[in-house]
C-alpha cells in the first residue's frame, strides 16, 4: 500500500498570512487529491492534481485561494493563501494506487491547521 | 446528483456487542464505488473496504461485515463483538466511475465502545 507523509502535521497561523502544506508518497501515483476537514465535519473535496496539468477544483474552491503544485509523480503542496479563521481544517492529501485490484484510495495522516 | 447520508450522528454501545452503521446513497451512474473508512481519535483516515456497484457479495473481515443491497441503495457496515479499540468515526462514501477518482463522503457515524 502507498504510504503518504504530509508537513508540517500541524500548524498555528495567523490571519492574513500563507501556508504551504507538502505531501510525499513512496510509490509514483498518477492522481492525488487534496481534501478539507472542517472541525466535526466530513471531509470535502477540493481539488485533483495531475503531473503535467493545472489542478482541477471543486465549486466552492478556487486557484487563488488554494493553489496547488504537482512537480512529480511522488509529491505535492497545498498552499492556503490569506487565511482566515474558517480556514481553520484538517488538509489531507490522498492518492489512488492503481497497482492493486480493485484500487485502493490512500489518505495522508492530516495537516491540522489552526487560524488565529 | 451523488450523495451519501449516514443519518446515525452518534451511536454508543456497551463492549461485545454487535452494532450496525447505516449509509444509503445516491447517484444516477450504473457504475460506481463504495468505501468505508474510519477515523480513530487520532485523526488518520485508514481505509477499510472499497466495493464495486456490480458485486453485490456480502464481505466478511474478521468481525467486520459489509452488507451491500443495490435495491435499497445502502451499504452497511456491522461490527460484531465490540470493542473499545473500535471507537472511531466512520465514514461511507461514493465515487462514480466518470468522476476521475472523486470521492464523496458522507457525513460521518460517531461510534463509542464503552468498556
Known amino acids: 500500500s502507498a504510504v503518504i507523509s504530509q508537513k508540517p502535521s500541524r500548524d498555528i497561523c495567523q490571519r492574513g498570512t500563507s501556508l504551504t502544506i507538502q505531501c510525499q508518497v513512496d510509490s509514483q501515483v498518477t492522481m492525488m487529491f487534496w481534501y478539507r476537514q472542517q472541525p466535526g465535519q466530513s471531509l470535502t473535496l477540493i481539488a485533483t492534481?495531475?503531473?503535467?496539468?493545472?489542478?482541477?477544483?471543486e465549486s466552492g474552491f478556487v486557484i487563488d485561494k488554494f493553489p496547488i503544485s504537482r512537480p512529480n509523480l511522488t509529491f505535492s503542496t497545498l498552499t492556503v493563501s490569506n487565511m482566515s479563521p474558517e480556514d481553520s481544517s484538517i488538509y489531507l492529501c490522498?492518492?489512488?494506487?492503481?497497482?492493486?485490484?480493485?484500487?485502493?484510495?490512500?489518505f495522508g495522516p492530516g495537516t491540522r491547521l489552526t487560524v488565529t | 446528483a451523488q450523495k451519501v447520508t449516514q443519518a446515525q450522528t452518534e451511536i454508543s454501545v456497551v463492549e461485545k456487542e454487535d452494532v450496525t452503521l447505516d449509509c444509503v446513497y445516491e447517484t444516477r451512474d450504473t457504475t460506481y464505488y463504495l468505501f468505508w473508512y474510519k477515523q480513530p481519535p487520532s485523526g488518520e483516515l485508514v481505509f477499510l473496504i472499497r466495493r464495486n456497484s456490480f458485486d453485490e457479495q456480502n464481505e466478511i473481515s474478521g468481525r467486520y461485515s459489509w452488507n451491500f443491497q443495490k435495491s435499497t441503495s445502502s451499504f452497511n457496515f456491522t461490527i460484531t463483538a465490540s470493542q473499545v479499540v473500535d471507537s472511531a468515526v466512520y465514514f461511507c462514501a461514493l465515487s462514480e466511475a466518470n468522476s476521475a477518482s472523486k470521492i464523496i463522503f458522507g457525513s460521518g457515524t460517531r461510534l463509542s465502545i464503552r468498556p
Open positions: 492534481a495531475n503531473q503535467g496539468s493545472e489542478a482541477t477544483y
Open positions: 490522498s492518492v489512488e494506487d492503481r497497482g492493486t485490484d480493485p484500487y485502493e484510495q490512500y
